[in-house]
Nanobody, 128 residues
Framework: QVQLQESGPGLVKPSQTLSLTCTVSGGSITTGYYYWNWIRQSPGKGLEWMGA???????HYSPSLKSRTSISRDTSNNQFTLQVNSVTPEDTAVYYC????????????????????WGQGTQVTVAS
């Protein structure tokens, strides 16, 4: 059974960098052919796919967030990390990490059924 667990600060000040880590157990992030995703949900809104990293370490980003977002990994600890620069209150959301069996495109990125494992989510608030 694969399990994912998000961790990171719950409060970030505007203009600072948000950094979250997803720790994976029960399966390796280097096992083909899975993708490791970051998704967020703001109050009153649907799921927003932010980006993904493949089992080989290749990254893919949402065009709307690409300039501020990066995903990296620590294979020795089976973790992958999200960084979002220059945050604003609009970045306030519940942030999830999730695994998908393929690289998702278009509207499939907003469908929960396209992901086979999820973390429980972590609330991040951007406020001074």
């Amino acid at each position: 059974q694969v399990q994912l667990q998000e961790s990171g600060p719950g409060l970030v000040k505007p203009s600072q960098t948000l950094s979250l880590t997803c720790t994976v157990s029960g399966g390796s992030i280097t096992t083909g052919y899975y993708y490791w995703n970051w998704i967020r949900q703001s109050p009153g809104k649907g799921l927003e796919w932010m980006g993904a990293m493949s089992w080989t370490g290749n990254t893919h980003y949402s065009p709307s967030l690409k300039s501020r977002t990066s995903i990296s990994r620590d294979t020795s600890n089976n973790q992958f990390t999200l960084q979002v620069n220059s945050v604003t209150p609009e970045d306030t959301a519940v942030y999830y990490c999730a695994r998908s069996p393929r690289l998702l495109y278009g509207s499939s990125r907003q469908e929960k059924r396209e992901y086979d494992y999820w973390g429980q989510g972590t609330q991040v608030t951007v406020a001074s």
